[in-house]
T-cell receptor, first 111, second 115 residues
Framework: EDKVVQSPLSLVVHEGDTVTLNCSYE??????LLWYKQEKKAPTFLFML????IEKKSGRLSSILDKKELFSILNITATQTGDSAIYLC???????????FGQGTTLQVKP | DARVTQTPRHKVTEMGQEVTMRCQPI?????VFWYRQTMMQGLELLAY????????DSGMPKDRFSAEMPDATLATLKIQPSEPRDSAVYFC?????????????FGDGTRLSIL
């Protein structure tokens, strides 16, 4: 059965800290790994990764994929209170086109 | 910015009533997904469509849930009869299916409470 597992499930840090969120996956016919940020409403898209070792970056956020070890990490540097959210990892299969989501990591950034 | 639009945003109703949730996907997207999110189960895929054809509804309780796409601008999810355990946030997402894959974009969700 396809699955995506995220760790940690929750994390509390202080502003300015750097955090690393983890995502491991087991998906038949893997095609892509996606990260979303969910605050009070809809998950919003952050990154989509399809190739190993190529870092994607957006401001203080970056992500990388390791297709050999079947995991991805999301890094946030110099965290701010606005980074507080649930971060969701999802993996897509080329067979079905649908996404399998992990449980999410709840990040709280304290002032 | 193009957005997925869901209505209603909130729905409170009594057990046994029919509930209909609607979704307008982003124009040009050819795949539509329905998800349910709860604290216990996280995000679960209920059903999805490509080019309006249902591809997978294995995540849905078939006896009470139904999903349709009467046209390219409207997807519906119905629950009849509703039960308290259906209380959750229901998200619709749309995307463009390509060989390399494209991200799904989510609507703001319908928060459903069944009393």
């Amino acid at each position: 059965e396809d699955k995506v597992v995220q760790s940690p499930l929750s994390l509390v840090v202080h502003e300015g800290d750097t955090v690393t969120l983890n995502c491991s996956y087991e998906v038949t016919n893997f095609r892509s790994l996606l990260w979303y940020k969910q605050e009070k409403k809809a998950p919003t898209f952050l990154f989509m990764l399809t190739s190993s070792g190529i870092e994607k970056k957006s401001g203080r956020l970056s992500s990388i994929l390791d297709k050999k070890e079947l995991f991805s990490i999301l890094n946030i540097t110099a965290t701010q209170t606005g980074d507080s959210a649930i971060y969701l990892c999802a993996s897509g299969s080329s067979n079905t086109g649908k996404l399998i989501f992990g449980q999410g990591t709840t990040l709280q950034v304290k002032p | 910015d193009a957005r997925v639009t869901q209505t209603p945003r909130h729905k409170v109703t009594e057990m046994g009533q029919e509930v209909t949730m609607r979704c307008q996907p982003i124009l040009g997207h050819n795949t539509v997904f329905w998800y349910r999110q709860t604290m216990m189960q996280g995000l679960e895929l209920l059903a999805y469509f490509r080019n309006r054809a249902p591809l997978d509804d294995s995540g849905m309780p078939k006896d009470r849930f139904s999903a349709e796409m009467p046209d390219a601008t409207l997807a519906t999810l119905k629950i009849q009869p509703s039960e308290p355990r259906d209380s959750a946030v229901y998200f619709c997402a749309s995307g463009l299916a390509t060989p390399r894959g494209q991200p799904q974009h989510f609507g703001d969700g319908t928060r459903l409470s069944i009393l």
